[in-house]
């Protein structure tokens, strides 16, 4: 039987030309067989809290709402946490404090909403931080517990440290491709433990980072993030084209194999298979 269980990592800021360069674990895996490669174009504005809406639910901002970093409010769609939860499955996260603001409550109490378990919320373990320069490897540490402890079916993990140096440095400097290397790192550690418990994993990102320290524009550098799928649903290989962003969520859907919600697009990736009972 298939285990139909996922890890979703998000990886901030982490732009496609960066991965590919920079990620040798990630290529690695793609050179032998045992990943895809996509190259993807976010939707607009290319900004933090739009973009983790339009991951977790399929959705662009011009049917989200959720068109800027200072929106705060839950979100009104249908969520791959709603979707999950209503088919039987648990979740749970290690994320920056803004996805607990669009799924479990908003807005974030620092005291309170840090640690959220076994909640009936659509998030149901939470571990959340609310500094950017919070560790990533601290944060995959936390992952791992609750993949450990609380098994969910659909885990999502959102590191931040390769935002927070883009922007102080630049996407053109030693320490944003240094971090990139280091998140390549975590993954060679993290991705093993993923596999050997079961579960398809993919990496992505929300946005990209430009040579001036930000994003939010139209350009190839704020737009275009990688996509690395390890399942054996799908083709490993470099893809090429590109790809919708609005394709992640009904992918997550499908690899869990429950039903996408209404306003998801229809699931058209190259190299993806049928799930098949065994």
């Known amino acids: ?122 998030i149901e373990n939470g571990l959340f931080y609310f500094e950017d320069h919070y560790p990533d490897s601290h944060l995959f540490a936390e992952a791992a517990w609750l993949m450990d402890q609380k098994k969910p079916d659909l885990l999502y993990i959102h590191p931040m440290n390769v935002d927070d140096d883009g922007h102080k440095f630049t996407a053109d400097s030693k320490e944003y491709r240094n971090r990139v290397l280091a998140v390549d790192a975590l993954l060679s550690l993290f991705i093993p433990k993923c596999l050997e418990q079961g579960y398809e994993v993919i990496v992505t990102a929300d946005h990209g980072m430009t040579s001036d320290g930000n994003h939010g524009g139209n350009t190839t550098e704020d737009r275009h993030v990688p996509m690395f799928v390890l399942s054996k649903h799908v083709r490993a290989g470099i893809n090429e084209g590109i790809v919708s962003q609005l394709q992640v969520a009904p992918l997550v859907c499908h690899l869990l194999n429950i039903e996408p919600s209404e306003e998801m697009v229809p699931l058209l990736l190259e190299g993806v298979r049928m799930l098949k009972e065994a």
Request: glycine share 4%.
């Open 1 to 122: 039987m298939l285990n139909k269980k996922v890890v979703l990592i998000v990886v901030d800021a982490l732009r496609y030309d960066t991965a590919c360069t920079h990620m040798g674990y990630m290529q690695h895996l793609v050179e032998r067989g045992a990943a895809a490669r996509y190259e993807v174009r976010s939707e607009v504005p290319s900004l933090s809290r739009p973009l983790y809406e339009t991951i977790l639910t399929g959705t662009p901002p011009l049917i989200h709402g959720v068109t800027s970093n200072m929106t705060v409010r839950l979100s009104n769609q249908t969520s791959l946490f709603h979707l999950a939860k209503s088919s039987g499955k648990t979740t749970a996260a290690a994320a920056y404090y803004w996805v607990s603001e669009l799924y479990n409550h908003a807005p974030f109490r620092h005291f309170e909403d840090r640690i959220q378990l076994d909640t009936k919320l659509p």
